[in-house]
């Protein structure tokens, strides 16, 4: 059957809710063509950026996702449109004056040092990478930067406690780590003929729309693939910007006056953690009780990170770079890597591109269709256990390297379900031609999530539990204990 053909079969299969296809609570601005013309308008202009200010001031002081630096945003998005032809270099600049300004202010002053250290240190590398391009650092560059930091933190692990040098160590890896990935995408753009400047490069490390140790959104390389290039896509990117805004209040109300009133206050289902220490505590607990509470966590806590990414996409996107979401519509996803996909776009693009390329060019080429496969189990796998590993570089200096890599190991079980399902989720070959809705689409939707949902009891980073007490809560769960 022809791409046409199937596509006539899926369209005349009957869907519920059909004649809601075309309602939307937030219209299509970028779409109308009145409304781009008025944006490219001094007065338009002024309308948008005082439009998504107060939106933003607003975002600020609900109860879930707090922004600090809001102001900074706002001062920022303002030079920016009055200036799109030196955008990169205000970019700069407003990362620098919330990094080394704002922050000496309301941090402590070490933390600038160590922060200024290692934006410096990242320019060096950068610098000796594009020096010595044609030496294995040049040909290897992401995996010399990953090889040495690791080596780096074990090393400091064995450092004597109480010591000058081991505090001075744990006081400055934990702030590089969070400029490691960033440094990373920087290394992989040492080839581009039109690679921007280590300057240009280092003003887009944390920056100013915000980010966390996975950069928002990506590297400089993907910046100027998405960068505005005349006056209607800028207007077209701010007016996403807004909107993408405008939906994140919408979820961080409903979250904050109406999903947890409900289910926590009028239903009484209690918190995932308070449910999980019970277990920990051996106190007893129904069954149902539990799945209620992992439940109603996994939808909670899928709401407040499209809140989170939807923010920092939308300033990105008000300064002019039309990036795509960090989350969008993980719920509709059909299969295991769709959802992977949907759910936080730019952290399974960084492993796409830290691990997933490198394993698959170089490695596994007479493995045929399992490259894939193992590939996959590189980036979803080992990648993502050693980006949580050397993010929370805390538990290494409490607990010592193997100490706390045996507290890891919830989470590397974790990584080795999720990415042997991803793995099998992309060489399975699903024909939905002619299902109808709930056999083609309801029903893969609910299998993808409940499969999400129940691994959820061992995706854990922050606090190191012995994965005997994950697989004692889901035997709970079914019951199987008491």
Sequence with gaps: ??????????????????????????????????????AQTIIGKIAILALFGLGLYYATWLHYIHNPRWIVQICFLVAVTALPQYRRI??????????????????????????????VCAALISLLAIRFRNTWFGRRPVATLLTGFALTVFVASYLPRGGSLRTLAFDFLPVAAAYLWFLAYSLMDITAKNRDSVASQVGAYQPVWGSTATPFPKGSAYLRRIEAKNPEQLAIAQLKGLKLL?????????????YTPFVHGYMG????????????????????????????????????????????VAVCRMAGF????????????????????????????????????PAFMRYFKRWGRWRLFASTVAAAGFGNAFFHFFRDLNYVDDLGFWGALAGFQSYIFYTIVLSVGIGISQMRERNTENLNWIRGHLIPALCVSSFFCVLRVFDYTFKRYPISESFRFLAHLFNLVS
Excluded at 27 to 35: C, G, Q, Y
Excluded at 246 to 252: G, H, I, P
Excluded at 278 to 293: E, N, Q, T, V
Excluded at 325 to 337: D, G, H, K, V
């Design 1 to 38: 059957m022809s791409a046409a053909a199937g596509t006539q079969v899926a369209a005349s299969v009957p869907r519920p809710f059909s004649f809601l296809r075309g309602f939307r609570i937030i219209p299509r601005l970028e779409t109308f063509p009145r409304v781009v013309t008025f």
């Design 90 to 119: 205000v970019l700069a600049l407003g990362t620098f004056g919330w990094a080394f300004g704002i922050w000496w202010q309301w941090a402590e002053r070490p933390q600038i040092v160590q922060a200024g250290v290692s934006v």
């Design 246 to 258: 405008a939906w994140s209040l919408v979820l961080d109300l409903f979250l904050t006056y109406a």
């Design 269 to 312: 289902i209690p918190f995932y953690e308070f449910v999980f220490h019970l277990s920990l505590l051996r106190a007893p607990f129904k069954w149902y009780i539990g799945w209620a509470s992992l439940i109603s966590e996994f939808f909670e806590r899928m709401i407040e990170f499209s809140i989170f990414g939807h923010r920092i």
């Design 322 to 357: 039309l990036a795509l979401r960090n989350t969008w519509r993980p719920l509709a996803s059909r299969s295991i890597a769709e959802f992977w996909n949907r759910y936080y776009y730019y952290f399974k693009e960084l492993l796409v591109d830290c691990f997933f390329y």
